[in-house]
């Protein structure tokens, strides 16, 4: 069963850059599988930040970006805000219609 | 715009079957534009994807639900919907519906989520 792998946690400060990744339990993550990334708040359904590994979503402010690092696909917050505290997951489209989430990474921004 | 609803029971008998609505709006259920899909989080955990559903008849299934989970569509109401068979407590979570741009197979689109709880 393929797993994707995330950061269970990561604390930055305000006006900081954090890193986040989305790795495979076998194998690189590559734009093939279309790296998507989501943001969740307590309470509250996903929202879209990121698809197509570095593609914006409409909204989206420019402080998230996508890439590729390595063998992992990688959402980055450069001055986080107060606001950007949330859980952020990472998704990966396997092919003929099948996705898969990784666990989530909770960010806090203190 | 695409909306999506959920709709059901919120509350399931354990050995029971989970019945799932999702109503879209904003466009058509039959577009090739997308896979409409579900996807759930138990209580204080992560998200899971359950399965999708393209083109009106070509349905997708987590290898972990495959045995359990059926996924069908009604056109003529513009709805899909979600059965989950044999429910236990680890059943228990929010179940989201979405849209999945069939283009870059990102989950576009979210309904508000819904709790469904399993206890007897």
């Known amino acids: 069963q393929t797993v994707v792998t995330q950061e269970p946690s990561f604390s930055v400060s305000p006006g900081g850059t954090v890193t986040l990744t989305c790795g495979l339990s076998s194998g690189s993550v590559s734009i093939s599988y279309y790296p998507s990334w989501y943001q969740q708040t307590p309470g509250q359904a996903p929202r879209t930040l990121i698809y197509s590994t570095s593609t914006r979503s409409s909204g989206v402010p420019d402080r998230f970006s996508g890439s590729i690092l390595g063998n992992k696909a990688a959402l980055t917050i450069t001055g986080a805000q107060a606001d950007d505290e949330a859980d952020y997951y990472c998704v990966l489209y396997m092919g003929s219609g099948i996705w898969v989430f990784g666990g989530g990474t909770k960010v806090t921004v203190l | 715009q695409l909306q999506l609803q959920e709709s059901g029971p919120r509350l399931v008998k354990p050995s029971e079957t989970l019945s799932l609505t999702c109503t879209v709006s904003g466009g058509s259920i039959s577009s090739t534009s997308y896979f409409w899909g579900w996807i759930r989080q138990p209580p204080g955990k992560g998200l899971e994807w359950i399965g999708s559903?393209?083109?009106?008849?070509?349905?997708y299934y987590s290898p972990s639900l495959k045995s359990r989970v059926t996924i069908s569509v009604d056109t003529s109401k513009n709805q899909f919907s979600l059965k989950l068979t044999s429910v236990t407590a680890a059943d228990t979570a929010v179940y989201y519906c979405?849209?999945?741009?069939?283009?870059?197979?990102?989950?576009?689109?979210w309904g508000q989520g819904t709790l469904v709880t399993v206890s007897s």
């Open positions: 979405a849209s999945a741009n069939w283009d870059d197979d990102y989950f576009d689109h």
């Open positions: 559903l393209y083109n009106i008849g070509s349905t």
